[in-house]
């Protein structure tokens, strides 16, 4: 034996030192006041702790405790990191209790002797913390200024985006619809996109507005509301037709320039048309001089009948008016008849495919616009048909005129002369009325002598009427004459 070297280590004097390092932080602190330095022998054995904890009671006394069994979870993990993964990687993470550490790993000495161990671990938090609250605080700050900048360009996007394409989708609606009732909005927006729709629905509001004048709009309208495209076709259907016509309008259209007549027609038309759809008619078209109107059609429409009497004599107080507005400005004065008949027709797009009108055919049609031609032989203002009469019921005052045929029809219908509402009716009206049907009845039941009566009544309330006097003229011939049996009352007209 040459000798013995003996070397004391004082774990006491390790554990000092390590706490020694720890607080030398000093008071502000930082990652070191949170690091924890740690040696671990060649064995696994904690030689090294912070807080002194190297050794524990064993059976043959005290012992140095293993680091995989230390009380110190994070160093029990950090050394079974080290002892589970590559030998180079020296900087590593372990979770001890739920929490993150970072740590690194070095050899006690260089030269590997002793075979011992550096451990150093500090809490995640602790060392990469302010890191974490810039992070967190720039996320605040993005999702502040993003939220921001979502309400500014909501706000932005809603005063001059948003209303302006609210507006014009409503307008384009109320456009769709052939409503241009309210006026288009003034405002004015410095977004080309938003200046170019406003300046194309312009555009469109202007030519759908003069192809409404082209078209009846109720019926366009139901058409657009219903979503179907126009097609040829039509259904039988009962109406009430309407037909007006201007008085000696040849002669009148000789004294006027075509500016002048183009013009006053068109204030007529215009004040007529407006009546006839405020009763619910639809205006089919204008022929010449002539209006020629429906109701019932391309929309049901309750007491067709009596609204197309109504509309009729509404035309005929609206054109009074008119024409004392024309002789105080020097115009020429218009007067109008009126033929209204009711019945059966084919009412719907006649035509071809590429032009098409909406309209009503049948025999009711031709007998609407007989019976405004008749107006100019008896020299009356409205004629109304038997059907017609029956479906505006006691709501009106008609007298019955007489019992004809139109050219070319060989059935008679009982034909009357429409003179008021009945609530607005004069006395001298509701005579007339009486007077007409007791005349009706009796020439209807062959009992000529009491027609003569009535008819010259009727001419006492009514002189020079021709209706009156026709039927008293034809009545004195016939109380003379043997009547056929097969007499039915028609007087065949011979023409228009």
């Not at 993150?100 to 050899?107: K, M, N, Q, T």
């Not at 979502?150 to 052939?178: H, W, Y």
């Not at 170019?196 to 509301?225: C, I, N, Q, W």
């Not at 609530?423 to 007339?432: F, G, I, S, V, Y």
Request: a negative charge; proline letters at 3%; aromatic letters at 6%.
């Amino acid at each position: 034996m040459r000798g013995v070297w003996l070397m004391e280590y004082e774990l006491s004097a390790i554990a000092k030192y390590l706490r020694q390092i720890k607080e030398s932080a000093g008071p502000g602190g930082g990652p070191q006041s949170h690091t924890d330095i740690y040696i671990i022998s060649g064995q696994g054995k904690v030689i090294g702790h912070p807080d002194g904890k190297t050794a524990r009671e064993g059976k043959n006394g005290p012992e140095l405790i293993p680091a995989r069994e230390h009380e110190d979870r994070k160093l029990a993990a950090a050394y079974a990191h080290t002892q589970t993964e590559a030998d180079d990687e020296r900087h590593f993470e372990v979770t001890a209790d739920g929490e993150r550490y970072l740590a690194v790993s070095a050899p006690f000495a260089e030269d590997g002797k002793p075979d011992w161990m550096v451990l150093i671990v500090v809490p995640a938090e602790a060392l990469l913390g302010r890191i974490y609250e810039n992070n967190r605080a720039a996320a605040w700050i993005a999702a502040l200024a993003a939220l921001v900048s979502v309400l500014i360009g909501i706000f932005i996007a809603e005063r001059t985006m948003g209303r302006a394409l609210r507006g014009i989708a409503t307008e384009l609606d109320q456009v769709g619809r052939l409503d241009f009732s309210e006026g288009r909005s003034k405002e004015t927006t410095s977004i080309r996109e938003i200046a170019a729709m406003h300046a194309a629905r312009d555009r469109m509001t202007g030519g759908l507005r003069s192809f409404a004048k082209y078209v009846p709009a109720d019926l366009v309208r139901d058409l657009m509301e219903r979503g179907k495209e126009a097609a040829l076709g039509g259904e039988t259907r009962e109406v009430t037709v309407y037909f007006s016509d201007i008085a000696d309008f040849t002669a009148i259209a000789e004294t006027l320039s075509p500016n002048d007549l183009v013009d006053q027609l068109g204030d007529y038309f215009e004040e007529m048309s407006a009546v006839i759809r405020a009763e619910h008619g639809t205006v089919d078209k204008f022929i010449g001089d002539a209006v020629m109107a429906f109701w019932g059609a391309p929309r049901e429409v309750e007491d067709h009948a009596l609204a197309a009497c109504k509309a009729a004599l509404s035309c005929q107080a609206r054109l009074a008016a008119l024409r004392e507005m024309w002789a105080k400005e020097g115009h020429a004065e218009f007067s109008a008849r009126i033929g209204i008949n009711t019945g059966e027709v084919l009412v719907g797009n006649i035509g071809s495919d590429e032009r098409m009108n909406y309209t009503v055919m049948g025999d009711p049609v031709n007998v609407a616009s007989r019976l405004e031609a008749q107006c100019k032989r008896v020299k009356l203002d409205i004629i109304i048909g038997q059907r017609t009469r029956e479906l505006a019921g006691e709501a009106i005052v008609a007298r019955p005129l007489d019992k004809f045929a139109v050219k070319g029809k060989a059935e008679g219908i009982v034909v009357y002369e429409l003179t008021a509402l009945r609530a607005e009716a004069t006395p001298e009206q509701l005579r007339a009325e009486a007077l007409g049907e007791e005349a009706m009845r009796a020439y209807l039941a062959r009992d000529f002598e009491a027609v003569i009566e009535a008819c010259r009544k009727l001419l006492k309330l009514l002189p020079g009427d021709v209706s009156a006097s026709e039927l008293l003229a034809r009545a004195e011939r016939l109380v003379k004459t043997d009547v056929p049996e097969d007499w039915d009352g028609v007087m065949v007209l011979t023409d228009k």
